[in-house]
């Protein structure tokens, strides 16, 4: 069974990254991208620089759909400001998981296939 056929729901399994993007349900994304229960939107951070509060709008506007928001910043794990992080934990219940993009990719995937109610914000890796 390929393992695309193995999400519920229509929910979407993050099935690469690299190269400065990512395969989500056997399309390449060539950019950072939010991957939410509806779908899969481009993501205006470049950066872990460039995460504000309203670089995660998308993710905020589904907190019915999600309780933790995994953040891959890239090759490495990038500081984030922890202010941001409890402010949207506590005005929207959406608890954020800091971890380098490949962590967050395969992370992902666990818990989506274990039936959480996950997204993820995810900065590419060369």
């Excluded at 395969?23 to 509806?38: D, F, T």
């Excluded at 670089?55 to 984030?80: Q, Y």
Aim: charged share 20%; hydrophobic share 45%; glycine share 12%.
């Amino acid at each position: 069974m390929r393992i695309e056929e193995q999400a519920q729901g229509g929910r979407f399994l993050i099935q690469g990254y690299g190269d400065g993007g990512f395969r989500v349900a056997g399309k390449r994304y060539q950019e950072s991208i939010l991957v939410l229960p509806s779908g899969i939107v481009s993501w205006q951070a470049t950066c872990a620089s460039d995460i504000t509060y309203e670089s995660f709008r998308p993710a905020i506007e589904a907190a019915g759909e999600i309780d933790v928001l995994l953040l891959g910043t890239g090759k490495s794990m990038a500081p984030v400001d922890r202010a941001l992080i409890r402010r949207i934990r506590e005005e929207h219940g959406i608890a954020i998981d800091l971890m380098d993009t490949g962590a967050a990719c395969r992370t992902f995937n666990v818990l989506l296939l274990d039936g959480r109610l996950i997204a993820a914000a995810l900065l590419p890796v060369a």
